[in-house]
Each structure stands twice: as C-alpha cells, then as structure tokens.
C-alpha cells in the first residue's frame, strides 16, 4: 500500500507532468465533450488514463488534486495529468473540446452551467454540466505583518487584486469589500492573475492576497516576511452583503501553517467541484467517488488540505448544478441520498433544461452588445435561481 508520506515525496512529478503537458501548446479550441475516457477502463471501472483540469501550480487547489491524483497512479494504475489555468475559461475549454474528462472549478461551474460572464457568448451559452465531488477551500486575506491593516475595513485606500478574467475570483474579493462596507471605488485595483498574486504581494506590488489559506506558495512568502490573515470577524448582516456578490460563500473557522499568531480565524469557504458533462459515463464517475472515498487514508495527509477531501465530511445537497448520476448511485448505496437531495437535483436538472432551450432564440434575436443584458433579464423571467432551503 502506498502510504501518505511517500505520496507527498511524489507530488512534484504531478507537477513536471501537468507543465510538461500545459506548456506543450497542445490544447485547442475546437472538439467536443467526451462521454468517457478514451484509454479504456480497469475491471473496477476506473479509467486507465484521465486528464483532469484545475487551478496553476503553486495554489493549494492543485496540490489536492495532485496528492488525490499521486494516490490513483500509485496505488490503482490510473495514470492522470492535470492541465492547470488561473481562469475558469481555461479550466473549462478543455473540458467541452473533450481534452480533458473532469474540470475542478469554483462558481465558474455555475456561470457556464447557465450562461453567464464569459460564458454568455454565441461561442459557449449554457453547458449541460454536473458536479461529483464537492470538497471545501478557505480562500482568505493575507497581509504584512506590519501593514497595518488590521481588520478588513482597513483595506480602505489599498492595493487590492483586481481580476476581471475570473469572475469567481472578482466576484469574491468585491464580495470581501462589502463584508467590510466598502466599495470598488474605496480600493487601489491592480489588475493581476490569481496565480500571480504571492509573487507581486513579495515584491511590494499588493497590499493584500486573496488566496488559499493552506497553498504552499503562501507558506513560501511567509518564510520571506512577516505574514498573517486577516480575520473575518464580522455579524451575520456582513456574511450577507458578501453573499449578495458570492452566494456560494460562508464564513467559516479555517486553519493555515502561517499566519494564525495562535488564534482562531474565519474566512470564506465554499466548494470547488470535481465537474463534468451530465451525459459522461455513469460507470466512470461512480468509479471515481467509490476511489476518492476508499482511497482517502492514502492521500488524507498529503498537504494541508486534502482532510477536506473527506467524504463523511463533504455536503451533499446539490448547491447550483445538479449532481451527476454516478455521485447519485454512490451516495444512494452509502444511504445518504434522501428525498430532499432528490427534489433539489431534479430542480436544478429542470432548470438547466429550461435555460439550454431558451438559449438560442435569445442568442438569435438579440445584439450581441445586448445579449449579455437580455439573458440576465430571460433568466430572471424564466428560470430564476432556486434559493437552498437548510
């Protein structure tokens, strides 16, 4: 059995193969979704070799996935590559062009699933996509120690990372400011990858970071400088006003190896889902969950945060997408699937529908410098978004 130590040794070949791969020019723009992967399956339904999307390196978003994807290649002979992007385009293109098998995405799996911020475009408009595996992240503020920026309304008159090609990243950090009674115009807004940000907040360029709270590259910065979170210690009408930007969003208690001078902290957390195309393989994705969940005490230790990898742990509920059919058949077997998750399912799956058939009469009688406003307007009339009920 491969133990956790060892796949933490190995996660730096992950790394070589997903540049290797990232840098060799090999994606393209053209193609279609795949239904399955195409090297052929082992006995136990796993796929012999799968490609899967997620965030750049350096981002504790792709050390999961790199310690998870050591485990499969380890111990079960998947071979798995990860293609990383700081962009939700980027993570989705090879998706939908069949080059990849799974894409790892954050609220960019809502705005294609329904058309929305580059995704309400002829070239895209809403995909027919489901989640498998919906494991939590904190992605916080960080500062210099001597900053003095000591609680969020601090951020008054600073640099702040500006993000426009990630709507999910910039829905967030504008989420941060109104948690914080700020506004767009109160910040300094420096235009910035996500990726980027650790190296230009080194370098004197940010007065903050909005990034994973356990990702190497930040224990990297801290071991340079005097490094902390900021907390997020506000009331439940601040969790709102944030939540009016990110709805996918809730404070929670999280924990960092930097930063913490010893004390709890809270910062957003929210899912970043394992997504694929509802008509991909049933047996494939039931594969997949059965693996990540019997196969968690190899890979559990491997970075700081594939404890959130835990299926006893994850939520269930569907959020925003549906549930794809092979999550449904594990967690009907695991007696975890109720009436509820059903109901909910089936009405984001009906509410998909609705919105992939009124999709191209809009597409076809609206400017295009208007489309973006008419199908926010389409939406609202005809397939609003369905409120979760706890």
Sequence with gaps: MTHPHRIRR??????????????CGEITSSGTPVTESQAGHHANGLPKATVWTGYGVGTSNYSEQAAVAEALIKEYDTQVRILGSDTGVGRLTPLRTGQAQTARLSDEAFYAFEGKYEFVSPDWGPQDLRTYWTPPTTVAVGVAGNSGIETLADLEGKRVPWMAANPSSQEKIMGILAYAGLTPDDVVKVPVEYGAQPEMFKNGGLDMVYFGAQSSAIIEVATQMDYRWVDFDGDAEAEKRLQ????????????????MEDTVKHGPTYAIQMTTYADFSVDEVYAMVKTFHEAYPLYADATATTKD???EDIDWMPMVLPHHDGLVKYLEEQGLWTPEHEERNQLLIERGETLRAGWPEVLETTPEDELAETWEQWKAEHAPHIPRED
């Design 309 to 311: 990898w835990k299926f």
């Design 244 to 259: 009016e930007y990110a709805p996918s969003v809730v404070i929670e208690e999280f924990e960092s190896a930097v930063g």
């Design 10 to 23: 190995t996660l730096a070949g992950i790394a070589v193969a997903a540049l290797a791969l990232t840098g």
